[in-house]
């Protein structure tokens, strides 16, 4: 597993993008809390690190240091304490004659990217990557700055200098970015990217750097596609990388009770049991008073210690009916299967009697032409209509948070309701343009085409794919039997 350090240069970022920056790393916080890997469990361990540039003006020097460092289990309280209390004199830059902005210390990447940041978390052999965050480029790649991130690649680091652009000087950056880009061509541990705040800008880092942190990138899940017949002389199949596109959140946090000498979550077995607790270290019994009681639990390892006037309602069986405030229109032809999760629910009308109310046969045939009418309109729009709802239909339970629905049209026939992803579920799609298709000769696609054409074309019918649950269930019965 590999940590992840940040190196921050503020200088020179505005407030606003200051602000910004400090909710992105917040979040990826939150995320990294609460989350979890397709193969193991993520928050055994910390693995990130945080570090800014201080400049003192006084001595003229820049000295770095470390606002929350990777020790034990990940602390959710610390890192938010540490990026809260960012200085933000860090970002004030000077002002030339000119009005340009401008700092009166240049960046060396040696004096931020020393043995302390590179080697000290986690020893020398441990997997690190280093984004250094900064609105200011160094005007050139010092010999020993080469060599320090070359001995960096020997030890399993890469540094990845993600630049944040001001619109104010756009075009003096361009220049000076690729420079810096050249000068670290030949470096196979790093890479530059410039980004342009707006547009989701902070949003996409976040996810990236979370995908980071699960290490889905280590071990990519593959698979390989299997064609009856050759798809291009004896090549019948095609090997392909499978990429995740949600981050499944929880929909409140729970309560919990923990001991109040080591703050360690205490199992309700023991309760249900009418049992003394106990330390989970220690095994002392716990009375009353040595038991913290308003704890929140966050994800499989992080707990909250809340102030006792703090109150937490568990989650009910959401209501019948289920309230649905509608948002907006949108287009269907724009709409990404990929935003789309979870089970469809078939949505027709229904008598006023079904929800306690007695049967209205008018107020019935007007709600069924009420629906016949949006239904038809929307179709007719080729549009749908965004919902939002605090109950979660996967688990039939309220939400503390909102979960998003889209109503989906039909001719002169029922709606289908199905649960769309919301900024925080989402993760970023795999780069399109690293894996563009080569251009493909003729004769190869030709090929391709043929036997496309060659396999049975017929509209999907599930009643014709049994997935052989029940031949499963019955062997088993019958082998059961026979046991006797």
Known sequence: MA????????????????????????????????????????????????????????????????AYSPRGDFSLRDFHHAVDNLPAE??????????????????????????????????????????????????????????????????????????????????????????????LSHLRNCSVESHIPGGGMFNGLTKRWLIDLRDEREEPLLARFNFRDSLVGDQNQILCCLSITVNQIVDDFSTCQT?????????????????MLSCPFTENVLGASDVVENSVRIGERTILYMPSSHSSI???????????????????????????ISSSYVVTPTDYHTIGISSNEDKTKLNAQVFGGICR??????????????????????????????????????????????SE???????????????????????IHAVLLKMELSDYNPLLHERGFHQKLNSLVKQSLQFG
């Open 377 to 422: 309109a929307l179709y007719s729009m080729d549009q749908g209509l965004v919902c939002s709802s605090n109950g979660n239909l996967d688990t039939m339970l309220g939400a503390a948070f909102n979960c998003f629905y889209i109503l989906q049209p039909s001719d002169n026939g029922p709606m289908l309701l199905r649960r769309l992803l919301g």
């Open 90 to 183: 860090c970002c004030l830059p000077e002002i030339g004659d000119s009005g340009d902005l401008f700092s009166r210390v240049d960046m060396k990447l040696s004096s931020v990217l020393n043995d302390q940041v590179l080697y000290s978390w986690g020893g020398r052999d441990v997997k690190k990557k280093m984004i250094v965050l900064s609105s200011y480029l160094p005007l050139k790649i010092e010999e020993v700055d080469k060599k320090l991130l070359m001995d960096a690649a020997d030890h399993g680091v890469t540094v990845e200098f993600a630049f944040i652009k001001q619109i104010s000087s756009l075009s003096n950056e361009m220049e000076n970015t690729s420079s810096f880009m050249e000068d």
């Open 425 to 447: 579920e989402i993760l970023p799609m795999p780069d399109v343009n690293r894996i563009a298709s080569p251009s493909i000769p003729q004769e190869i696609q030709s090929s």
């Open 3 to 66: 940590l992840l350090c940040f190196v921050l240069d503020l200088r020179g970022l505005s407030p606003s993008l200051l602000a910004d920056l400090k909710q992105c790393l917040l979040q990826l916080a939150n995320y990294y809390a609460v989350s979890s890997s397709r193969r193991k469990p993520v928050g055994a361990g910390d693995r990130i690190g945080l570090c800014y540039v201080f400049e003192d003006r006084s001595s003229s020097s820049v000295e770095l240091k470390v």
């Open 314 to 340: 568990k989650l009910q069986r959401v209501s019948n009916p289920i309230e649905f405030n509608i948002i907006e229109r949108t287009n269907l032809s724009s709409l990404s299967e990929g935003v789309i």
């Open 259 to 275: 001991c109040r000498c080591h703050g360690i979550l205490l199992h309700h077995a023991a309760k249900e049991r009418a049992e």
